[in-house]
């Protein structure tokens, strides 16, 4: 009964494909959010939604398109795919202001 | 620009040691405070948060203290376990609008309890 799960754990592509990642919350929770890990661990924030509405979007390219289908998804679509976006990408849920709980994270690795 | 700053990249103590662990931060729209705890290979867990309008929050073994006006505060935990190697993230939220709060994080400590 995992609260956030993401799918896949592992993902290894060529340049220039077309990807997604797939995040689903078990909690009821009404706000999901994607955050990238980058290779100097820097965790920061992409997208945040709140029931199902585009709230944050952050200087993310466009090639980025976040998409919720329903309250308890939130997935990541990625087109045309640049060395540069190898990192892992974390979803999140929220309910109250204070915690975020974290899924396990995607590693993406473009080759 | 770093808006909440980890200094100390890495830690090493002794079991059933003191841990202090430091964080920084530089935007005063900050209200709240949060500590989260990483393994490897799995997402941020959280630990223990703080409320702009207090100064202590203690949940067994962890602490955290607050210092508004020097924009500091810090994670100790004591005694320190071998289980509490990892990587700490400091983290600061502030209303970012339509019922959303946006957390920032710091770049985290690695902690090492050593037994």
């Known amino acids: 009964d995992t609260a956030v799960s993401q799918t896949p754990k592992y993902l290894v592509t060529q340049m220039g494909n077309d990807k997604s990642i797939k995040c689903e919350q078990n909690l009821g929770h009404d706000t999901m959010y994607w955050y990238k890990q980058d290779s100097k661990k820097f965790l920061k924030i992409m997208f945040s939604y709140n029931n199902k509405e585009l709230i944050i979007n952050e200087t993310v390219p466009n090639r980025f398109s976040p998409k919720s289908p329903d309250k308890a998804h939130l997935n990541l679509h990625i087109n045309s795919l640049e060395l540069g976006d190898s990192a892992v990408y974390f979803c999140?849920?929220?309910?109250?202001?204070?915690?975020?709980?974290f899924g396990p994270g995607t590693r993406l690795l473009v080759l | 620009d770093q808006q909440v700053k980890q200094n100390s990249p890495s830690l090493s103590v002794q079991e059933g040691r003191i841990s202090i662990l430091n964080c920084d931060y530089t935007?005063?729209?900050?209200?709240?405070f949060l500590w989260y705890k990483k393994y490897p290979a799995e997402g941020p867990t959280f630990l223990i948060s703080i409320s702009s309008i207090k100064d202590k929050n203690e949940d067994g073994r962890f602490t955290v203290f607050l210092n508004k006006s020097a924009k500091h505060l810090s994670l100790h935990i004591v005694p320190s376990q071998p289980g509490d190697s990892a990587v700490y993230f400091c983290a600061a939220t502030q209303y970012s609008g339509a019922g959303s709060y946006q957390l920032t994080f710091g770049k985290g400590t690695k902690l090492s309890v050593i037994p």
């Open positions: 999140a849920s929220r309910n109250t202001q204070e915690t975020q709980y």
């Open positions: 935007n005063s729209m900050f209200d709240y």
